[in-house]
T-cell receptor, first 114, second 109 residues
Framework: GAVVSQHPSRVICKSGTSVKIECRSL??????MFWYRQFPKQSLMLMAT?????????EQGVEKDKFLINHASLTLSTLTVTSAHPEDSSFYIC??????????FGNGTRLTVT | KNEVEQSPQNLTAQEGEFITINCSYS?????LHWLQQHPGGGIVSLFM???GKKKHGRLIATINIQEKHSSLHITASHPRDSAVYIC???????????FGQGTRLTINP
């Protein structure tokens, strides 16, 4: 079945640095990719919706200058956490879809900012 | 009140038991998803429903559009079924999903 690859699975970085997370759809063209954040023991929180070739649509309260999303091709979307702070430490997960198909999720990235 | 409510929030059962997880929603939907999240964090899409019933192995998902309710059933439960099960709905023509808070299922051997 369809597979979404998310990389890295785990990253530790220092406060003030930027971190890029990649989300790739391996065997289908994803017209839409979603980026989520998940706090411990809580459900997924949608950060932004990314359509190929257009600017991402951010949810209320999500800083678009801090969480940069690029969806340059039908198989790749990236989330860059800029000037990371300890409060950005979280589990980030992407999903990819095309019209009429189920959602396919990446395995997530656990970000720790020290 | 959340747009998507799941019950129970936590469920512990013995291996072999029949499991039911419920999901109620308050908005008109175009599709409802049942997702499984394992302790490592990865999420698997189990079902996408817009009406009726679907079955895959020991898993059965039903939806009643009039009552705005869906159930996920697991027959002959096994410890490997232990995970968080999440109900999510797509409303109308929107792309994004609205998530329930999840049900943490633990199956003891």
């Amino acid at each position: 079945g369809a597979v979404v690859s998310q990389h890295p699975s785990r990253v530790i970085c220092k406060s003030g640095t930027s971190v890029k997370i990649e989300c790739r759809s391996l065997d289908f063209q994803a017209t839409t990719m979603f980026w989520y954040r998940q706090f411990p023991k809580q459900s997924l929180m949608l950060m932004a919706t990314s359509n190929e070739g257009s600017k991402a649509t951010y949810e209320q309260g999500v800083e678009k200058d801090k969480f940069l999303i690029n969806h340059a091709s039908l198989t790749l979307s990236t989330l860059t956490v800029t000037s990371a702070h300890p409060e950005d430490s979280s589990f980030y997960i992407c999903s990819a879809t095309r019209p009429g198909s189920p959602l396919h999720f990446g395995n997530g990235t656990r970000l720790t900012v020290t | 009140k959340n747009e998507v409510e799941q019950s129970p929030q936590n469920l512990t059962a013995q291996e072999g038991e029949f499991i039911t997880i419920n999901c109620s929603y308050s908005v008109g939907i175009s599709a409802l998803h049942w997702l499984q999240q394992h302790p490592g964090g990865g999420i698997v899409s189990l079902f996408m429903l817009s009406s009726g019933k679907k079955k895959h192995g020991r898993l059965i998902a039903t939806i009643n559009i009039q009552e705005k309710h869906s159930s996920l059933h697991i027959t002959a439960s096994h410890p490997r079924d232990s995970a968080v099960y999440i109900c999510a709905v797509r409303s109308g023509g929107a792309q994004k999903l609205v998530f329930g808070q999840g049900t943490r299922l633990t199956i003891n051997p």
